[in-house]
């Protein structure tokens, strides 16, 4: 076929034109570009303008959405999205002490939003969460092997587990507008402890991290692939500018392990 010999010749050119450290280069700043690797910081990553394009999508335009943040850290995801929908009712969960003496002053001033001190999981109990600082956007429930980079996860401390399903049944909560989760590595055990909402199609729109900590957690992009196609949900990457790019379908591709901001939505 002229087709493939036509692209062997290509690739042959370009490898005798461009050097392999540039192609590399040239290589990530394409995947960043499409929202690869893209994720990570909330003011620079265009979460908010994924998050409101996502849920116009889903038909959800209300101005009082209700927003779960699991993983809220020191409060960064919270206060920008109280931002962008200021009567939001903002459901925040943290386990970890030392982030909630900064995160509780930092959105103790925001109306509708309720801190709860726990973790959310596969199922309710008690756990350990790792850190290599008091204050880290690295705290996991698995202690990340993390020498590749200088960093060690020597801290821990003992942690509370609810499941969001129970959550909702106790709060009597019907239905979320958008549900957050970012807990490096541990995303599919809350979906996991989200089945009945999620199988119910109560949640409208899942915004997820998938990076490095999955190395550690032993999860694939295809158990998240698999998870929402089950269950009616289309897949999205939240690129720059809160592009969102739909993955159509699974490939081997898409097990990039860099920092990347993932959008479910409800079809």
């Known amino acids: 076929m002229v087709y493939p010999a036509l692209m062997s010749a290509i690739d042959t050119v370009l490898a005798a034109l461009i050097p392999s450290s540039l192609a590399l280069s040239l290589a990530r700043r394409l995947m960043k570009s499409a929202g690869l690797g893209h994720g990570g910081i909330v003011a620079r990553s265009g979460e908010m303008k994924a998050?409101?394009?996502?849920?116009?999508?889903?038909?959800?335009?209300?101005?009082?959405?209700?927003?779960?943040?699991?993983?809220?850290?020191?409060?960064?995801?919270?206060?920008?999205?109280?931002?962008?929908?200021?009567?939001?009712?903002?459901?925040?969960?943290?386990?970890?002490?030392?982030?909630?003496?900064?995160?509780?002053?930092?959105?103790?001033?925001?109306?509708?939003?309720?801190?709860?001190?726990?973790?959310?999981?596969?199922?309710?109990?008690?756990?350990?969460?790792?850190?290599?600082?008091?204050?880290?956007?690295?705290?996991?429930?698995?202690?990340?092997?993390?020498?590749?980079?200088?960093?060690?996860?020597?801290?821990?401390?003992?942690?509370?587990?609810?499941?969001?399903?129970?959550?909702?049944?106790?709060?009597?909560?019907?239905?979320?507008?958008?549900?957050?989760?970012?807990?490096?590595?541990?995303?599919?055990?809350?979906?996991?402890?989200?089945?009945a909402m999620l199988d119910q199609r109560s949640v409208a729109v899942v915004q997820f991290e998938f990076g490095g900590c999955n190395v550690d957690t032993r999860t694939f992009f295809r158990d998240f692939y698999d998870f929402f196609d089950a269950r009616g949900y289309r897949l999205f990457i939240a690129g720059p500018g809160g592009r969102l790019t739909p993955v159509r379908r699974y490939r081997e591709f898409n097990e990039q392990f860099l920092t990347t901001n993932y959008i479910a939505i409800r079809t």
């Open 51 to 195: 998050a409101a394009a996502a849920l116009a999508r889903a038909g959800i335009r209300t101005r009082d959405p209700v927003l779960f943040d699991v993983g809220g850290n020191v409060g960064e995801w919270t206060l920008a999205a109280k931002r962008t929908w200021p009567s939001a009712r903002v459901h925040v969960f943290e386990p970890s002490a030392s982030h909630l003496e900064t995160l509780r002053p930092a959105l103790a001033s925001l109306e509708h939003v309720t801190v709860n001190p726990v973790a959310l999981g596969a199922e309710a109990g008690q756990a350990t969460l790792y850190k290599d600082a008091d204050i880290t956007g690295l705290a996991s429930m698995t202690k990340r092997d993390l020498a590749h980079v200088g960093l060690s996860m020597d801290l821990s401390e003992a942690i509370e587990v609810d499941t969001l399903d129970a959550y909702c049944a106790r709060h009597g909560i019907t239905s979320i507008d958008m549900l957050k989760i970012d807990v490096e590595g541990h995303e599919l055990d809350v979906l996991k402890g989200a089945a």
